[in-house]
């Protein structure tokens, strides 16, 4: 499981930037269709849940809960 931005919720904060442990995000460069800068995940192989399958529990969530919009999600690769 890695996870991804949602871009019609992400507000480009920045915060799952900083939070994450295992500096999977990059900032981003090109603006969403809202006008922001979404970040970009760069390193998904870095993500502490990098290969747990749907279902199985996460190692980690920091970011997830760290967002004030409610704009990642994990997704199975
Ligand atoms: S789940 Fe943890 S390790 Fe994975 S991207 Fe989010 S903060 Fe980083
Ligand atoms: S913490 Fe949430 S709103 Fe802020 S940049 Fe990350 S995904 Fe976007």
Known sequence: MIPVMVPEYCKG?????MVCPRKVFDRGDEPSPLG???PVVARPEDCLNHG???GER???ELC???CPDRAIEYEEE
Do not use: G
């Open 58 to 60: 996460l190692r980690c």
């Open 36 to 38: 922001y800068f979404v």
């Open 64 to 66: 997830w809960y760290s």
């Open 52 to 54: 747990l399958r749907r």
């Open 13 to 17: 904060c920045n915060i799952c930037v």
